[in-house]
């Protein structure tokens, strides 16, 4: 990983917790995620219009990946909706790396070394002390829906890093590959909205579109940057270090949002990048 590629990939982590951030914010997650989802959509198709078509070979994967994408922002809008964005927010992007570094040993037979383990040990450390940490002030019991919907969308999250990592490559152009993936995933939830909420969505969009639209610039911008990456560098490091966002996350919602999220859940938070970390010094 270069000095250019690790840069690249920390400014997607501080740019994807941002976005997240302004998700949250909103009282309303399907106003938010149809701005978010469908601005990033006219996004790509201003940007597909500049760009190559991806090859052949790249479509199964973007076709895979925006149903994954979908199924993501579904439960991030479900987590975001139970809980506090500090725990919510590192539980979902902390499951992501754990779950494909086991992966990776039980399914494609790579092996861990001490460092790899360690990593492992100490992230899933971290992991449970955000987890259990309680929601809404630190002597809160844990909410267990939250606790499940996290999880399932650091899932969510691994199942398109892997599916993105290999269809960017077969595309040939990263740019072309972001911009109809955007365009594909981009399309469904808007579609949604606009079915469920019918003549009362354009009324309910207009006076959140602003934040929704610069949500939408930051979100394709974070996964643009990791998708170069992903390019230029082994997958594995790639998504271990752009979980540095998860102490991003942890400020903002501590800073921003008010929540009581405290010293201890700081520390869990701390434990869960300290162990991604050695996964990286590994790779």
């Avoid at 994408?69 to 506090?84: A, K």
């Avoid at 086991?102 to 001490?114: C, K, Q, R, S, Y």
């Avoid at 990263?174 to 109809?180: Q, T």
Wanted: contains cysteine; aromatic residues 8%.
């Amino acid at each position: 990983m270069t000095p250019l590629v690790v840069a690249a990939v920390l400014a997607a982590a501080v740019t994807h917790a941002t976005w997240n951030a302004i998700a949250h914010r909103f009282a309303d997650q399907l106003v938010a995620f149809t701005l978010i989802s469908g601005g990033a959509a006219v996004i790509g198709a201003v940007l597909a219009c500049l760009t190559p078509l991806p090859d052949a070979g790249a479509w199964p994967y973007l076709l895979v990946s925006a149903l994954l994408h979908v199924g993501y922002m579904t439960l991030l809008m479900r987590s975001f909706t139970l809980g506090d964005f500090g725990q919510m927010y590192p539980i979902a992007r902390g499951t992501a790396p754990l779950v494909v570094t086991v992966v990776a040993v039980l399914v494609v037979g790579e092996t861990m070394d001490a460092w790899q383990t360690a990593g492992v040990v100490v992230a899933s450390a971290g992991l449970v002390g955000v987890a259990l940490w309680g929601i809404r002030g630190s002597r809160a019991a844990p909410h267990w829906p939250a606790l499940l919907a996290a999880p399932a969308t650091g899932l969510a999250i691994a199942a398109y890093t892997v599916v993105d990592g290999v269809g960017v490559r077969a595309a040939g152009t990263p740019l072309g590959y972001i911009a109809w993936l955007m365009i594909l995933e981009g399309v469904l939830i808007p579609a949604y909205a606009l079915y469920t909420r019918r003549g009362r969505l354009l009324r309910q969009l207009r006076p959140q579109a602003p934040l929704g639209l610069l949500g939408a610039a930051l979100s394709m911008l974070a996964y643009g940057l990791v998708l170069w990456a992903q390019t230029r560098a082994p997958l594995g490091p790639v998504s271990a270090l752009r979980e540095s966002s998860i102490i991003v996350g942890a400020v903002i919602g501590t800073v921003f949002f008010k929540e009581r999220f405290g010293t201890p859940r700081i520390v869990a938070a701390g434990l869960m990048v300290v162990g991604i970390g050695l996964m990286l010094h590994a790779s």
